[in-house]
């Protein structure tokens, strides 16, 4: 019941973000605070606590949710094209996801921490929702 949860979370967060059609291999990559809006991570996760933090290092960039509760966190990175490679390789048991992108999978917990870590590869950008598992 907990990994259909999940699915059903990160899949309605991927969905609501356009994952599915991702801008051309041409295009630059897209900004990860804009790919999800509060109001979507508010109805499929919980309440955000303040505005959403991008952040960039190298070649990633990503977009930090808070939320009120304390107890949740959310992620959306934009990574580059061979991320959802690096993602699969340090992945225990990752689960195929069929109609997001060119490839997707879905692993839960990576690097011993308690995330379910969603990867979308479209073209030459890959886009990783990571969801902190929680009660």
Not at 14 to 36: H, I, K, Y
Not at 86 to 93: H, I, V
């Amino acid at each position: 019941m907990l990994t259909t949860l999940w699915h059903h979370a990160m899949l309605t967060v991927a969905t609501s973000a356009g994952l599915g059609p991702l801008p051309p291999a041409a295009t630059a990559a897209p900004d990860p605070c804009a790919l999800v809006t509060v109001a979507e991570v508010e109805a499929t996760i919980s309440r955000v606590k303040g505005t959403p933090k991008a952040d960039r290092e190298g070649a990633a960039s990503w977009c930090d949710y808070q939320f009120v509760n304390g107890t949740d966190a959310f992620e959306v990175w934009v990574l580059p094209a061979d991320g959802i490679e690096r993602g699969r390789k340090k992945s225990k048991k990752p689960i195929a996801i069929k109609g997001l992108g060119d490839d997707a999978f879905l692993d839960r917990g990576m690097d011993g921490l308690d995330y379910a870590n969603l990867f979308i590869k479209k073209g030459d950008t890959t886009i990783q929702l990571s969801l902190k598992e929680s009660p």
